[in-house]
Structures are given as C-alpha cells and as structure tokens.
C-alpha cells in the first residue's frame, strides 16, 4: 500500500513518519517549498515538529503530482477549513474511486460540512471511500513511539480492515468502527470543549469545573451528533469522551492553550498571531454554533465559547450564565 500523506504540520508528517518507518511507501506532501527544502537537508520538520528525525525512506515534496502518483491512499492531514481547496486541487490526479483517509477534525464554516461531506461533494462523480481517523492524540507523544490508540471510521469493512492492518504498529493501536460520521463529529466537537476548560484553568477555576465541562460537553456533543446521524456509543468511545479527555487536560493541547490565555485576560487576535499551529477549535466553535441554531439542538457551553471568541464576552459572566441556567434534570 502506497501512502500520501497531505499536510506538513505536526500530525501529519508524524502519520507519515510511522508509515515510512512501518515500511509502507511513503511521501508527504508540505505545502511550503522552503520548508520541503529544509526537511530533505536536515531530515527533520524543525517548524512544526522539532527533534524528530525523520525515516530515510520518507519522500518529501511540494509537487502534487509526484505525491499522489500511484498512491492507494490519500490521508489529509490539512487544517480543515483549507481541506475542500486541497482536495479540489488534488482531484485532477485522482483515479477513480479513491481512498480518502482524513486525519484533519473540525467543521467548514462556510457550509457547515464535515470532512466526509467535503469529500463527497467535491469527489462526487470519482465515488471516494472514505475513512476518518480520529481519537486522542497528541503527535509529539506519537512520534516518540508512545503508546497510543485511535479510531478509524469507516462504513467498508474490508477497506477498515485493510487500514487497520495498515496503521497500526506495536506503540499505536487502530480500532475501527462503521460510524464515521460519529467519528469525525467527535473529533470536531471536542476542541470547543477544549477551549472552555482552558479559560476555567485561566479563571483559576479547579478540577470540578473541569470535569463538569467534560461531562457537559459529552452531552452537548450528543445532542449534536445524534441530530446529525451518529451513533451514541461511538461519542462515548475514543473519539469523543477519549480526546475530550485527552485535549481538555493535556498541557500540549493548542485549543486548552487558546482558552486558557483567554481566561488569563489576552485578546484571541493576539493569541492566534503568537501560534505556530492551527487551533482548529476556533472556526469549529463558530460553525457549530451555526449548526446548533441551524438543527435546533440545545449546546449552551458551545454558545458560552462563541460569545467569548467572537462578541468580546467576558469569561467571568460567561461562566455566570451558565451556572446560572434553569435548573433540571440530568438525562
């Protein structure tokens, strides 16, 4: 099986580099030439994943054609309101059918399409299969061959298998599961979550906000993905509880940081100019704020999110207001 990998950020080029080092044909494509450059002087993405030397057998390159020739897979790993502009550009060089594998969470705010209805939207008349890979992850702690499960979504079986087999190694364990839609929803969702434990953490606020957001944010997640069709078992699974865990409490997570520093007083144009990454959560809070009001589904932590980003709100009477809600029952 033949990999190409598209997007040079730190998830990326990690998925690429166990892939190379599995012994699978492998290139990545990076969008910047001097970054490609630097990578195939120094076999390491210092920008964006800095102390990993990179396998021998990895190709790197800027060129789509040479990236996508004769590939059995393509796996996106692109911020995820860039993904339909790369796709499109990659679709000339496509067979028909192909694999889609996309590694990228989030929502596109113009539409308010997943990544699965990107594809399918763009790819229509080549009929894609596509596959979500998901969970939580940080690619610092991948790319030193940590321990680490994920989930795959995929509705064809024998395709899952077939990527299952493919991408797993003895430090990173592939499970499966049909629901894709789920999958991706929860990938999506989580990194809203994310940012509003980080503006409790910047309140000063302890373990109990922090747990209470996670538990409310798997309900608010709920409420969304069964409106859309996923099944609630799969939001209870890696995707979902697992990398609302994970991106709510890890030091490395980019949407905690953004939300922390929000809390701490800092304006989010400054925040978002001191980044070197995509947070992806920020344009995913303001799409599914859309998406909650467009489906008529109840996500108030999500809309809390939404004022502080985008309305200037302040986190204190954020948080007021929602402390502040009619009482009810849990269920």
């Not at 061959?145 to 364990?173: H, N």
Request: glycine share 10%; with cysteine; hydrophobic share 45%.
């Amino acid at each position: 099986m033949k990999v190409a990998v598209i997007g040079g950020g730190a998830w990326g080029t990690t998925l690429a580099n166990v892939l190379a080092k599995k012994g699978l044909p492998t290139s990545l494509w990076v969008r910047e030439m001097e970054v490609v450059a630097k990578i195939n002087a120094t076999r390491e993405n210092e920008w964006y994943l800095p102390g990993v030397k990179l396998h021998d057998a990895l190709e790197v390159t800027g060129d789509m054609a040479q990236t996508a020739a004769s590939a059995d897979v393509l796996l996106f790993a692109t911020p995820s309101q860039f993904y339909r502009s790369v796709l499109g550009q990659f679709r000339p060089l496509l067979p028909k059918k192909p694999v889609c594998v996309c590694a990228n969470k989030g929502i596109e705010l113009d539409t308010l399409m997943t990544m699965s209805q990107i594809t399918e939207d763009v790819l229509g008349p080549l009929k894609p299969r596509f596959a979500m890979l998901s969970g939580p992850t940080f690619a610092f702690e991948v790319s030193r061959e940590m321990p680490t499960a994920i989930v795959l979504g995929c509705a064809d079986k024998k395709l899952a298998k077939e990527l299952q087999s493919a991408f797993s190694t003895d430090y990173l364990r592939v499970y499966t599961n049909p629901d894709f839609r789920g999958v991706e929803l929860g990938g999506a969702f989580k990194n809203i979550i994310a940012i509003a434990a980080g503006v409790a953490d910047g309140l000063g606020f302890g373990s109990n906000a922090r747990a209470a957001l996670i538990t409310r944010g798997l309900a608010e997640m709920g409420r969304l993905g069964k409106a859309m069709g996923a099944q609630p078992a799969t939001l209870t699974g890696l995707s979902g509880m697992g990398d609302l865990v994970l991106t709510c409490t890890g030091e490395l997570s980019r949407n905690r940081t953004v939300g922390l520093k929000l809390g701490q007083g800092h304006k989010l144009m400054d925040i978002l100019r001191d980044m070197r990454a995509v947070a992806e959560g920020v344009k995913t809070t303001e799409a599914v704020h859309a998406l909650g009001r467009k489906l008529d589904v109840e996500i108030p932590i999500t809309d809390q999110v939404y004022q502080v980003l985008y309305k200037d709100k302040d986190p204190k009477q954020a948080v007021k207001e929602l402390m502040g809600r009619d009482l009810k029952g849990e269920m």
